[in-house]
């Protein structure tokens, strides 16, 4: 068990559709990023947030948007799904500070299904 | 940008034996790290070892040890004493040494396969 959770583990939905995919870093973590994982695009960054400030965007679709809150979990949104847009959604975290200590640890991630 | 290439897709292994997975990667970077992670069946991203590219000396964790390369921008691991639970994919993966973090870039994978 890394630590990080993220909820839904599952979740299948319509073309058309939004969800909200939502993550908890581990404690005392304050950098969580996020990442889709489909079978032809590979493991993807999509951004990162650092202490409730977006520090960095990969290749995230504009129909997609994500957030950290005051207590440092995250929500990726999803909205106008496709059906290339199943894939397995994992967050990680790590604590970044300038601690030293830079490697991230995944959660078990989400696997969403566009209908 | 950084780019990391594995280039094995598919590997075996008998147990018991050791098996090195290769990982080359392109940066212009001094300060960074390198990682590699094991995703099995269940499809869990597990940490297997990291490497920061300022130290000299390959990291080990028990049976997993890697080969840095710095001038070469390689980045082999070595599984000794292969196991069943071994099998999964393995990804290596780079990222830059940053105050706040930085994302991690992929390689493709190389799918291990432990015979018994």
């Known amino acids: 068990d890394s630590g990080v959770t993220q909820t839904p583990k599952h979740l299948i939905t319509a073309t058309g559709q939004r969800v909200t995919l939502r993550c908890s870093p581990r404690?005392?973590?304050?950098?969580v990023y996020w990442y889709q994982q489909s079978l032809d695009q590979g493991l993807q960054f999509l951004i990162h947030y650092y202490n409730g400030e977006e520090r960095a965007k990969g290749n995230i679709l504009e129909r997609f948007s994500a957030q950290q809150f005051p207590d440092l979990h995250s929500e990726l949104n999803l909205s106008s799904l496709e059906l290339g847009d199943s894939a397995l959604y994992f967050c990680?975290?790590?604590?970044?500070?300038?601690?030293?200590?830079?490697?991230?640890?995944f959660g078990p991630g989400t696997r969403l299904t566009v209908t | 940008a950084q780019t990391v290439t594995q280039s094995q897709p598919e590997m075996s292994v008998q147990e018991a034996e050791t098996v090195t997975l290769s990982c080359t990667y392109d940066t212009s970077e001094n300060n960074y790290y390198l990682f590699w992670y094991k995703q099995p069946p269940s499809r869990q991203m597990i940490l297997v070892i990291r490497q920061e590219a300022y130290k000299q000396q390959n990291a080990t964790e028990n049976r997993f040890s890697v080969n840095f390369q710095k001038a070469a921008k390689s980045f082999s691991l070595k599984i000794s004493d292969s196991q069943l639970g071994d099998t999964a994919m393995y990804f290596c993966?780079?990222?830059?040494?940053?105050?706040?973090?930085?994302?991690?870039?992929f390689g493709t994978g190389t799918r291990l396969a432990v015979r018994p």
């Open positions: 404690s005392g973590d304050l950098s």
């Open positions: 990680a975290s790590s604590p970044g500070g300038g601690t030293g200590a830079y490697e991230q640890y």
């Open positions: 993966a780079f990222s830059e040494k940053k105050s706040s973090g930085d994302k991690l870039t």
